[in-house]
């Protein structure tokens, strides 16, 4: 067989599409010591991927050298397999490149006057020269599969194969904080991201908002180092999208240790829904094994069962410690607290007629809002998590809202006597009951409110939108721009409609009740939030977006309310058909009674 049809049948192995390019070269960049690092790349990769590096370049031989076959400088002998430290070591990425594209190498080490160009076409070089540049590499790919037309016609639309790409990228700007690295599409700039700590890099790499969902994570053992962090419960999601697992800084996918991690989550979130993760795991090389896959991202481990329950044991630990408070405590994180009957309910979509006749208190033979359901099922696992942390009686005392709600709560409304709301903190809103006290979060309560006005209007496609009279232009990054186009229909339908231009969009029509100065901060959060959302989640795109659309213009925090304001807070959200959570599960109030006040009084 000739040398380049080898080539190209082994190229396939290696190279499925271009995010698989971009992988290989990164990887080459980082284990020749970069600490910069630049992705250019070209309509989704289909025209140009190319890869410039600060690290060590190569010297003419060995620049010509590394298109052949085999051709790794990384192991020299048998026992060096069990040592790796570095990403590649079977030497066939670049060959398996020059096979199906054309390639150039630009190359210079430090010690140097001048460095050497090369270029490769079907496998052969072309033309060789020298140059003078910085030392490092610029590796540059074009018309990847070019003589390969099956291939590349099977190549997905430019939207996937450049999420294909950003997620490779992703995976390795987040294994490596202390590379800077930058990633330009079509001229636009999608990534830039400085030399830092391993928090600052996941937030620069997964999006500011990602700061607070942070738990840190910490163990160190003669057999492993677990560092890094998890999402908290109540951003776990149906798909498993954010779950990102190193193992000596290489991304590795692990059924059986993310089960580990799953199972530290047991009790916390809701099943069929997947924990957030970012994990770093150190291990000495010799005790893994990682080269039973082509593509490598999969892994065993000598050690599994122990690092299993360490993991598992390590994350539990660090879940406990971010929430151990007790009880009513108005700083809290209210994760903990999200109502575990509803998490047995379906994911459907919440309809919205509403019930003009529907008096929420005029129902007094119903269970209250307060009632626990089914504690037994839930306490084991809770309890669990904070064994030696807190007395378990602590435990008894949360309050759980149950989602099997009606009136009796409010019995004690019907009195004629007008009942006094109060406000603390600017944050929650007080009002008494027959037997205690209702504390509504006003915040978390609005979104509920505005969610299902949201939703609401989108069914009926009633009268949702106002026309701006000076139609309001506004310029979007690239990524942006995509997501943009994407949603658009989505958005015409929520109210907010949009033309495309050059460089982002002209904003006609408005969602009724959305303040025009406000729109731009809108719109922008809307976007930002669809590219964190993961298509495989199973809401639709209308139900994220309202949701999205409800947070962002509720009632914050530190808002001061007026008498009547927050008395029609209160009045609305039990108009709601889920008044006691908020559109991400988070309770809306808490109730306080008179057994809880004996409690304290003991
Ligand atoms: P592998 O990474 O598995 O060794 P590759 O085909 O990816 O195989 O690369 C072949 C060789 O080319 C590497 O072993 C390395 O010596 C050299 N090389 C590739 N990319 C770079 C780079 N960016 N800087 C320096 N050397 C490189
Ligand atoms: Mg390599």
């Known amino acids: 067989m000739p040398d380049h049809v080898a080539n190209q049948i082994a190229a396939g192995e290696v190279v499925q599409r271009p995010a698989s390019v971009v992988k290989e070269l990164l990887e080459n960049a980082i284990d020749a010591g970069a600490d910069q690092i630049t992705l250019v790349i070209k309509n989704a990769g289909k025209t140009l991927i190319q890869v410039i590096d600060n690290g060590s370049g190569m010297n003419a031989v060995d620049a010509r050298l590394c298109f052949a076959r085999h051709a790794t400088s990384k192991i020299k002998q048998a026992d060096d397999l069990f040592q790796l430290q570095t990403k590649g070591f079977r030497g066939e990425a670049l060959a398996s490149i020059a096979a199906i594209a054309h390639v150039s190498l630009k190359t210079k080490i430090a010690t140097a006057e001048q460095g050497v160009r090369l270029v490769i076409e079907g496998s052969a070089c072309t033309k060789e020269e020298a140059i003078v540049m910085n030392s490092g590499t610029t590796v540059t790919v074009k018309n990847l599969f070019y003589n390969i037309p099956a291939r590349r016609n099977f190549l997905k639309g430019d939207h996937i194969e450049l999420k294909h790409i ?50 840190p994570v910490h163990e160190e053992t003669e057999i492993v180092t677990v560092q890094g962090f998890v999402l908290k419960p109540e951003f776990a999601k149906k798909s498993r999208g954010d ?13 059986y240790l993310n089960h580990a991690i799953a199972a530290a989550f047991e009790g916390l979130i809701k099943p069929g829904y997947h924990p957030g993760y970012v994990l770093y795991l150190s291990v000495p090389p010799q005790t893994i094994d990682i080269n039973i896959h082509p593509t490598k991202t999969e892994i065993k481990f000598e050690e599994e069962k122990s690092i299993y329950a360490l993991l598992r044991a390590t994350i539990k630990h660090g879940l406990g410690q ?13 994760t903990l607290e999200t109502p575990y009957a509803y998490a047995q309910k379906p994911g459907s979509m919440p309809t919205i007629e509403v019930d003009p006749g529907f008096n929420p ?20 696992s809770w309890s669990s ?32 006597a007008p009942k006094i709301c109060f406000q603390i903190q600017n944050k929650y809103v007080i009002t008494s009951l027959k037997n205690g006290l209702i504390v509504v979060h006003q915040n978390l309560a609005h979104r509920r409110i505005l969610y299902e006005r949201f939703l609401r209007r989108i069914t009926m496609q009633d009268g949702v939108s106002q026309q701006i009279l000076f139609p309001q232009e506004f310029a979007l990054s690239a990524a942006q721009t995509l997501t943009a186009q994407n949603i658009m229909e989505s958005m015409d339908s929520m109210g907010f409609v949009y033309k495309m231009n050059s460089d982002g969009i002209i904003l006609e029509a408005l969602p009724l009740g959305v303040p025009q100065h406000e729109a731009k901060d809108i719109i922008l959060s809307l976007l930002d939030n669809e590219d964190q959302q993961d298509p495989q989640e199973g809401f639709s795109q209308l139900d994220v977006m309202a949701r999205a659309l409800a947070k962002h213009m509720a009632i914050k925090s530190g808002q001061i309310l007026a008498a009547e304001a927050q008395e029609h807070l209160i009045n609305e959200l039990f108009a709601c058909k889920e008044p006691s959570i908020s559109p ?7 109730t306080l009674d008179s057994s809880d006040f004996d409690k304290k009084f003991n």
């Open 322 to 334: 971010f929430n151990i408070a007790p009880v009513i405590d108005f700083d809290r994180d209210a």
């Open 584 to 590: 991400e599960n988070r309770p809306t109030f808490v």
């Open 385 to 416: 998590l904070y064994v030696g942390l807190k007395a378990e009686e602590d435990f008894q005392s949360i309050e759980f809202e149950s989602d099997e709600v009606t009136g009796q709560l409010f019995d004690t409304l019907e009195d004629p």
């Open 166 to 215: 950003i997620e490779e990228f992703q995976r390795v700007a987040l294994a490596h904080h202390a590379i800077a690295f930058k990633m330009v599409h079509n001229e636009a700039d999608l990534f830039h991201v400085l030399a830092s700590n391993r928090r600052q890099r996941i937030v620069a790499i997964l999006g500011a908002k990602t700061n607070e969902k942070l738990v």
């Open 361 to 380: 208190f005029a129902n007094p033979e119903s269970k209250a809002y307060s009632q626990r359901s089914a504690p037994s099922e839930r306490e084991p």
């Open 243 to 255: 779950q990102y697992f190193f193992v000596n800084d290489r991304f590795i996918k692990s059924p």
